[in-house]
């Protein structure tokens, strides 16, 4: 037990190393995160807000754990990447004991440690998005139910780890929709069905475990849907269903597309994946739980492959299911009377992958962009109450989490283009987020023109924070002749205050050039 102790510490210290030294990656990190502030800021526990207006694009599970680590550790890139880390540990101590229990404690260890130093499944485990906590949840789910219906198999009660496997896919449920219930129903039925042990249906369909998953992920989709009334079309016919299917999204890519993502982003421990080829290898005794990852690792692969949009995080549930075949060929390899040949290439993979791992974070660290964070603490340094914060044509999602604003942002773009209900970018999301708050989006969406009114008719000395690029200066007439008190790369900040002798001679001007 204390050894076991010792491995998971050793684990939980490897996937939160060095997590805190790079600033949050945009958009994605900007986003989740800044949406975990915007809750914990405003009180709005239940609702996920996106400056300040209903974010209904995920579930809130990430969310709240994100506000918990927040009031625990406060706003940093430790705290805001905590969910993942922790949910990439849960992750790998469910396969250490799942398989210790079901293979034996060597290909247990073998199989952690091939996970953990997957560098795939490193670079999601420090990153501050859905993806590792959703594949945490689906793999443990996965898990517990084989638990359950192997313990049935041999007699004992499988109730206790069917209520677990059902909390599980609420939990799922709620961190990313419905994929967190469907893909593992999916993989443990076409297990059963392998395996032609019909009566293990009744074992996954016991009437407590579905009221369990019914109590963990209903509750707060139907909230939702009583405070708004479109809330159900929304998430679930066009995110889960009419998104999946649809194509004129971003990351278009081809349906062989993850086979080699798989292979590259796990190397070098993808090179014993060729013992996978081996027909004895799916030939020897004892190979239900390998039928069982192979099914995992295949079900995974082929779902996300047929929507025409292809992200890389998407398969990081395939990863547990990869990392116990592989562990599988390294102990066949070893027991094979090829010892030497395993003592020699055992150790290079870990240290190999190892390797890979902190030199993929060290790289991410040494070229992650780290104008928008400074910019952003230099405006919160300089903030004062009732500050206005603006941007120009862009919506930088770390700005309101790093410089502690208390209010949204204005955002000037032209919000009346039809083509951004079209394309899959921040602009068609805030556009959402208003269809909820129409109110609220009026406040915080903008055109050129009403900036232009709303600044030149504020009381004398009101600060507005004006975040933008370098040729706005040229475009804007509230810009013209302003030097930006905050530079750095393209970026630039103006401060202005109402009433000023700039001002002033801006707010003259008629007619209102460069206005839409």
Not at 329 to 335: A, D, I
Request: proline residues 6%.
């Amino acid at each position: 037990m204390k050894r076991t102790s010792l491995f998971f510490a050793a684990i939980a210290a490897w996937l939160a190393m060095l997590s805190w030294v790079r600033p949050l990656m945009l958009p994605d990190e900007g986003r989740y995160a800044g949406v975990a502030w915007e809750m914990l800021r405003g009180h709005s526990h239940a609702v996920p807000l996106l400056n300040g207006m209903p974010y209904f694009h995920k579930p809130p599970l990430f969310y709240w754990l994100a506000e918990a680590s927040f009031s625990v550790f406060g706003l940093n890139e430790f705290a805001a990447r905590l969910p993942s880390v922790l949910a990439a540990w849960l992750a790998a101590a469910g396969l250490y004991l799942f398989v210790r229990r079901w293979r034996d404690g060597g290909t247990a260890t073998v199989a952690t440690l091939i996970l953990v130093t997957l560098p795939f499944f490193y670079g999601a485990a420090q990153f501050a998005n859905l993806d590792m906590l959703v594949a945490s949840l689906i793999s443990l789910c996965i898990l517990a139910g084989a638990e359950a219906l192997l313990r049935a198999r041999e007699g004992a009660s499988p109730r206790g780890m069917m209520l677990t496997c059902a909390v599980l896919a609420g939990l799922a449920v709620l961190a990313k929709g419905l994929i967190g219930v469907a893909l593992p129903a999916v993989v443990l039925v076409i297990w059963v069905a392998s395996a032609r042990r019909w009566k293990d249906l009744l074992v996954l369909l016991w009437p407590p475990a579905i009221g369990a998953f019914l109590l963990v992920a209903v509750p707060w989709f139907w909230l939702m849907q009583l405070r708004y009334p479109e809330f159900f079309h929304y998430f679930f016919i066009y995110q889960q269903f009419e998104r999946f299917s649809a194509g004129g999204f971003n990351n278009v890519q081809p349906a062989w597309f993850y086979l080699p993502v798989l292979a590259g982003l796990a190397l070098p421990w993808s090179a014993w994946a060729a013992g996978l080829l081996d027909k004895r290898f799916w030939t020897a005794p004892h190979g239900e739980l390998r039928r069982l990852m192979l099914i995992w690792l295949a079900v995974i692969l082929a779902f996300f492959s047929l929507p025409s949009s292809k992200l890389i995080g998407y398969i990081v549930p395939a990863l547990p299911a990869f990392a116990f075949l592989l562990a599988e060929v390294v102990m066949s390899v070893r027991r094979s009377g090829r010892s030497l040949r395993w003592r020699r290439l055992f150790p290079l993979s870990v240290i190999g992958a190892a390797t890979l791992c902190g030199a993929a974070m060290a790289a991410a660290a040494a070229y992650s962009h780290q104008a928008p964070k400074s910019l952003a603490l230099d405006i919160g340094a300089r903030l004062r109450p009732g500050d206005t914060l603006v941007a120009l044509h862009e919506y930088p999602f770390q700005l309101q989490l790093y410089s502690r604003s208390r209010s949204p942002i204005w955002v000037v773009d032209d919000w009346l283009d039809p083509q951004i209900p079209l394309r899959d970018n921040w602009r068609k999301e805030l556009y959402d987020a208003a269809h909820f708050d129409p109110v609220q989006g009026q406040q915080v969406l903008l055109s050129d023109r009403l900036l232009h009114e709303r600044l030149c008719a504020a009381p004398a000395g009101e600060r507005y924070w004006i975040w933008g690029g370098a040729d706005d200066a040229t475009r804007k007439p509230l810009l013209a002749n302003r030097q930006p008190v905050l530079s750095e790369g393209r970026s630039r900040v103006w401060l202005i205050e109402a009433g000023d002798g700039l001002m002033r001679r801006a707010c003259g001007q008629t007619p209102i050039a460069g206005l839409q």
